[in-house]
């Protein structure tokens, strides 16, 4: 669903641009209280691990591909303002050393993939743990039915997007129809990638998924007739990895699916794309400002072997997505211990 420059007309780019400009400003004002020295590591993982997978377009429908949007999945792992962050960092990298999604479209981009994404999955994943019991199953349960509804409803997002900024005559009702329809499909995919992924994390470190937190309930004894609760566990059950053998568990995983799995994706246009050029959207697209970029379209320049290419190509930009992610997540975590004055944990020891 990357947007290219053209499809959305000056005046609603730079709209979409202030919007996202402000979600950027108020999600890093928001991670600072979602991250802390255990979760700011697995955020740039998470960026980078998001960058990976969205190079594995799977086949949705006859001539037709889809990929991870990753909202979602950010959002459950690491909480909805970190996760903003984090799809907004892999379309910047995107957008500026793979000419993927054009940088005038920036603005609708994360307004579209990071923000609305992130934002419908995380109210409907709450949504849903409000009501099902309080299990680590309801959270993978959960996480299917937030990113099956997040990519629907990115598409919906960017057919109001179209339908006030679009630069060619094209019927709303067929845009509208053919986005939604491909978009379903496309969610499936999304839904199925997001809970394995939640639920293997979950698995070894439940402690480090943000949506998980606060869902064990206390054991509860019945006493004369009487239930109460049982007494606290005088330590916490070891972790079955420790957070640097996830990290690199995290890293070795993005490095093989963006340098050798990638290969073997769908080589079918997105839904976007498809349906830009079956319904004439994509024909004012504009050259992109990236296009002469050492790795434009997923290639290194000059490496002719098409496997040898795209996977060097992966394997940089989950290098520099981790690095560029981690940077920004290790900011924020710093500026977050800054905050917090002598004053304001004085009253913390009673």
Request: proline fraction near 4%; include cysteine.
């Amino acid at each position: 669903m990357h947007v290219p420059d053209g499809f959305i007309n000056a005046p609603v780019s730079a709209v979409t641009g202030v919007v996202a400009a402000g979600a950027i400003a108020v999600s890093l004002r928001g991670a600072r209280r979602e991250l802390d020295e255990r979760t700011a590591p697995l955020a740039g993982m998470v960026a980078a691990f998001i960058f990976a997978v969205q190079m594995l377009n799977f086949p949705v429908a006859a001539g037709t591909s889809g990929h991870l949007l990753g909202g979602a999945l950010a959002a459950i792992l690491v909480g909805p303002f970190t996760g903003v962050l984090c799809v907004s960092v892999v379309l910047l990298m995107q957008g500026v050393l793979f000419a993927d999604g054009g940088l005038t479209a920036l603005g609708v981009n994360i307004t579209d993939m990071a923000i609305v994404t992130t934002v419908v999955a995380y109210a409907v994943f709450r949504g849903l743990l409000a009501v099902l019991p309080r299990k680590r199953r309801s959270v993978t349960v959960a996480s299917f039915v937030a990113a099956l509804v997040s990519v629907p409803a990115a598409a919906v997002a960017f057919t109001l997007m179209y339908a006030v900024g679009g630069t060619t005559d094209v019927s709303i009702g067929k845009v509208a129809t053919a986005m939604i329809g491909v978009h379903v499909l496309i969610g499936l995919g999304e839904a199925v990638i997001t809970a394995l992924t939640v639920g293997a994390v979950i698995a070894v470190r439940p402690d480090l998924v943000h949506g998980a937190r606060g869902l064990r309930q206390r054991l509860r004894l019945r006493v004369n007739g009487e239930l109460v609760d049982a007494p606290a566990p005088a330590a916490p059950v070891a972790a079955r990895a420790s957070r640097r053998t996830l990290w690199l568990t995290g890293l070795v995983t993005s490095l093989v699916l963006a340098g050798f799995v990638s290969f073997y994706a769908s080589a079918n246009p997105d839904g976007l794309e498809k349906i830009a050029h079956d319904q004439g959207i994509d024909k004012k697209t504009e050259k992109h400002a990236s296009s002469d970029s050492p790795l434009a379209d997923y290639g290194v320049k000059d490496v002719s072997d098409a496997r040898l290419s795209g996977g060097l190509a992966g394997v940089i930009g989950v290098g520099v997505t981790v690095v560029a992610g981690s940077t920004v997540f290790w900011a924020v975590r710093r500026r977050r211990g800054s905050d917090v004055s002598p004053a304001s944990t004085a009253h913390t020891g009673a």
